[in-house]
């Protein structure tokens, strides 16, 4: 493992130093594979980006409050939040000006947000001329639409009504041929907080197709992703890769791993996954891997599918303790970023205007 960097880095908090080491390898393969990877924490309210420069690994942190879901867009990235939806405009031409020249590669630049209101909003992706996300408090995969906080597209047929009343923690979404295809949710209920009761093995998968639940008895799934036809999802409250076969529905354990695995993405044959710690709360008590909360890590672990085995690691030791959402980016290597709070990430403003005529 590469050595931890207790200070904290330049556009961290100041109130909250954030210590964290990785595996050597970890660097290399995202040069090799020319990615940078997004993670987001609302526990910590920050979007760190984790690029390379000359193999090396470049982590920088931007305050964003409650960041949970991440998309890539045409222009991108967008990041949700609390209360809104943030934008963010990738310029390939302002970054290599960006001291110390020639460092990024790109710059992502808060250009707009969409106020959607504190609707627990989830997994976020982009589709077809439109992103998607998922309206956790309203129980329903929504679009924006400039008139209205948000536009319901879709709710599981179990859910009888639209309603602020988080029925059944909608939170998990899978694309396919730009549209919703599978969603995830931590029980079949319809009613405020129903999915509390039985939280630890109450979750299913669905498709939004059909409406059909493809799989029952989950322990606080998230995650789903559909890669090389087979579906993949996070069963968190176990710490597991879980694989789904299209065909018969079979289920199988692809990796179980130190932590509440949340948020994931798939390059190639490799599985990023977030990991998490989780905390003495109604919402995580009595979970299976409560069991091992002592070997329990936060950071992020990079899986490979074909083998089931852990290649490189990040792991926070301090000032994050929770990963909600990680998004590869290809063909983005060392990304900057000018959030929408540059003074409280200690950065300094940047701006795109356009050229002289």
Known sequence: MANDKPAEPASAAPTTPVHFEHSTGLGPLLSRLGVSLAISTYQAGKLITVGTFEQKLDLRFHQ???????????????????????????????????????????????SHAHFTGPVMGH?????????????????CV????????FVPRWR???VTALAAEDRCHLNGLAMENGRPRFVTVLGET????????????????????TGQVIVRGLSMPHSPRIHR?????????????????RASAATATVAELPGYTRGLDVHGQYAFVGLSRIRETSVFGGLPIAGRRTELR????????????????????????????VKVLPGFRNPIISGPLPDTDGTETIWMVPRST
């Open 190 to 209: 319809d009613t405020p907080g129903g999915w509390r009761a039985n939280k630890a093995a109450g979750g299913c998968l669905i498709d939004v197709s």
């Open 156 to 158: 599981p047929p179990f």
């Open 298 to 325: 936060c950071g992020l672990a990079v899986v490979d599918l074909e083998t089931g085995t852990t290649v490189a690691t990040l792991l926070f030791h301090s000032g994050v303790e929770e990963i909600f959402e």
């Open 123 to 139: 997994e976020m992706a982009q589709g077809d001329g439109e992103l998607w996300f998922l309206n956790t408090l309203f129980s």
């Open 229 to 245: 036809g087979q579906i993949l999802f996070l069963n968190s409250g176990y710490g597991q890769i879980n694989r789904v076969d």
């Open 142 to 149: 929504c679009t924006l639409k400039t008139d209205f906080h």
């Open 64 to 110: 964003f409050e409650q960041a949970m879901g991440i998309a890539r867009t045409p222009r991108g990235i967008a990041v949700g939040t609390k209360r809104q939806i943030w934008f963010l405009q990738g310029s390939a031409e302002v970054a290599p000006k960006i001291a110390p020249a020639g460092h990024y590669d790109v710059a992502l630049l808060a």
